[in-house]
């Protein structure tokens, strides 16, 4: 029914609420999005229990090594999410096992990238609320275009070429991860990005070659030139304020600009487009500075979050521990492929008139 001075006094309200439901995926509820006061009685109630991140830790100058990490990291940031950050190098010290995992009070533990945005924007923490819905738009079309098109070009740099696997990929979490775990997640990490690249491209049997790295860097070349043409001179993609599309986008260029790789052609291309190269270069100076002051491909053996840490007297005992642990992992290795087999015997006794006798008792 019309209002008394002749207007809709929903008029200009739809739109609003379109937009709250397409970024935040509340279609459930979508009228508790933008109930008036909520907000406030929210960020009282995070305040008092904030939420908990846990992700891989940094270096060569970036917040995280891991693209879903840094994906994560930076809509924290651009969102203003109060998050207490654990960067850890053990993912089965998340609550979820795998990293990134955010601890949260009232769903649990949420492992991947798109549901942590999702909780976050549900708790009122959106970077994407001033886009228009043709903002909406494109900010879905482009993060499909990274998925589809760099994303599997970068798993195969960082994971799939042999030598920037051994001499920097496999070295680095070989490093970082304690042990005995260091000799056995690289290569199982290893083996989960090569299956996943496969159902990417939706080959089972798929193995690398240079045909397949031509295909890769086709399309991840092409990626990078529409990402560069769309962001012009502007500071962020839509404007001076990053939005969900920007922390994907970072996080996907970040590791490419700033780890130092032997097989680097993708890393030569984004070189070639400065806009793209400064882009990155201005969200890690604004939102993560202390991380960008480290010098880019420096082996950096900073202590870890405190609870990632062991205590110095209990040191001794932790190394025995794991010495332990790896001697009987590998045992029962043995044992369970067939490698080592136990048998047990009767015991024999010396007087075979013994032997005789005993036999003629159990009868």
């Known amino acids: 029914m019309p209002h008394s001075d002749g207007k809709d006094p929903y008029h200009g309200k739809v739109f609003l609420l379109h937009t709250q439901v397409l970024f935040t995926g509340e279609q459930n509820s979508p009228l508790t999005a933008v109930l008036p006061g909520e907000k406030s009685l929210k960020s009282l109630s995070n305040m008092a229990a904030p939420l908990e991140l846990f992700c891989w830790k940094g270096d060569y100058g970036l917040p995280s090594v891991d693209v879903d990490c840094l994906a994560v990291l930076a809509y924290a940031k651009f969102a203003g999410a109060p998050l207490k950050v654990h960067k850890i190098t053990n993912p089965w010290r998340s609550p979820t096992g795998t990293l990134p995992a955010l601890k949260t009070r009232e769903e649990g533990s949420i492992s991947q990238p798109s549901k942590i945005i999702i909780h976050l924007r549900k708790q009122k923490y959106n970077a994407d609320y001033d886009l228009s819905a043709k903002e909406g738009a494109d900010t879905l079309a482009f993060v499909s275009l990274l998925e589809e098109k760099l994303l599997p070009a970068l798993i195969y740099t960082l994971w799939i070429d042999s030598k920037n696997y051994v001499d920097v990929t496999r070295c680095w979490y070989a490093e970082n991860i304690s042990f005995p775990l260091n000799f ?103 939102y993560f500075p202390s991380d960008a002051r480290e010098t880019p491909g420096r082996k950096i053996h900073a202590q870890p979050d405190s609870s990632d840490l062991d205590n110095e007297p209990h040191k001794r005992r932790n190394q025995i521990l794991s010495v332990l642990f790896a001697v009987g992992a590998m045992l029962g290795y043995a044992i369970l492929t067939g490698i080592v087999t136990i048998k047990r015997e009767r015991p024999q006794l010396k007087n075979s008139g013994h032997d005789d006798g005993d036999e003629e008792d159990e009868d």
């Open 184 to 286: 056995l997640l690289p290569n199982r990490m290893h083996c989960q990005q090569l299956e996943k690249l496969r159902l990417m491209r939706g080959d089972p049997v798929l193995e690398p070659g240079e045909q397949l790295e031509k295909e890769l860097c086709r399309d991840a070349f092409e990626c990078m030139t529409l990402l560069s043409q769309r962001l012009g001179s502007q500071k962020f993609f839509f404007g001076d304020s990053p939005s969900s599309l920007d922390a994907y986008v970072f996080a996907h260029l970040a590791p490419l600009l700033k780890i130092k790789l032997p097989n680097g052609k993708l890393q030569q291309h984004l070189n070639s487009l400065n806009n793209l190269q400064q882009y990155c270069t201005n969200i890690l100076a604004l």
